[in-house]
């Protein structure tokens, strides 16, 4: 014989026929307060997985996150204070050496590490940064001067970066009549087509983070 199939849309639906399961009958209503708590119950254990993602925790449960690194929330927002909980953390564990920094800069910043691209000066233990995606800092909507602060910490404390070059986006293209979306001008009625200029790291006043 065929076991019927559990229904976790229906409790009452899973008694045996012998038992009143219409709508208005008690048995119903008793499994509705049931299947109400068990789905109450079941979306719980959903969020608590989902907020044991970092990148997905907001609010309190994302300053949670920061007390537990040492890190003050201040007046970042959601986006930023998260770059910052990710930049204490990798400070934390990052070695040191070139490879370990690269790693850190992606980790926190959410780029990859073909991205990123460190080269000494001529000035002992200086060095600066020739490549460093914009678009990643444009979506946290963080300053040059809060980034190049934030990587200053991955760094030895010897280490200094002299500057740091962020790379754009636009492009013109070499054949007439090629379209390009993401590298060529503009739209004004959709921002999100075109490129953007590149930028360098230079002093300017703004919000004062607690980096």
Known sequence: MKMKQFSFNNFAANLPDCY???????????????????????RDIADTEEILDIDKATG??????????????????????????????MRNISGGD?????????ATFGCKESDIFI???AAPLTVEIV???LDVLNSVILS??????????????CVTIKTVYFDGTLMFSDNEGEIDLSS???DSDNKDIGGYFGDFFSEENEIILPI
């Open 119 to 121: 080269q000494e000066t």
């Open 98 to 106: 070139y490879n370990s920094i690269l790693r850190a800069i992606s």
């Open 184 to 186: 060529g001008f503009g």
């Open 144 to 157: 040059n001067k809060q980034t190049v602060e934030l990587i200053k910490h991955l760094f030895p404390v």
């Open 20 to 42: 009143n399961k219409q709508p208005e009958s008690n048995n119903f209503k008793i499994l509705a307060v049931e299947q109400e708590a068990a789905m109450s119950l079941r």
């Open 131 to 133: 490549s460093l995606p």
């Open 60 to 89: 309190k449960t994302l300053s949670l996150y920061g007390d537990m690194v040492g890190q003050a929330r201040g007046l970042a927002t959601e986006k930023q204070f998260l770059i910052m909980i990710r930049s204490k953390i």
